[in-house]
């Protein structure tokens, strides 16, 4: 018996998000060990993955910064033209 087109679309789909979730537990696994042992002192001299992490650990921050305050910023202008009414 001949499988749709779709059926086999959605396999595919099925297996790339296992594949993705089987990447992220490794990454986990891997970012979990080396903080275990940074967090017991055992700091070597700094490691070439250890500078790509701080980069991107510094850009995931800025970037969450930025869109916390563009939200913040945002929901202010919606909600202080009601406190200043309030406060008259």
């Known amino acids: 018996m001949s ?3 779709t059926d086999r679309v959605e396999d ?5 998000l ?4 089987l990447l992220a537990v490794l990454g986990s696994v891997l970012v979990g060990h ?5 967090a017991l002192g ?3 001299a700094p490691t070439p993955v250890r500078a790509v ?4 650990w510094s850009a995931v921050c800025r970037v969450t910064a930025a869109c916390n305050d563009a939200g913040w910023t945002r929901e202010w202008a919606r909600v202080e033209p009601r406190w200043r009414h309030m406060a008259r």
């Open 12 to 16: 595919l789909v099925a297996w790339l």
């Open 34 to 38: 080396a903080a275990h042992g940074a």
């Open 3 to 5: 499988r749709r087109r």
């Open 42 to 44: 055992r700091d070597g």
């Open 18 to 21: 296992t594949c993705l979730g």
């Open 53 to 56: 992490l701080a980069l991107l």
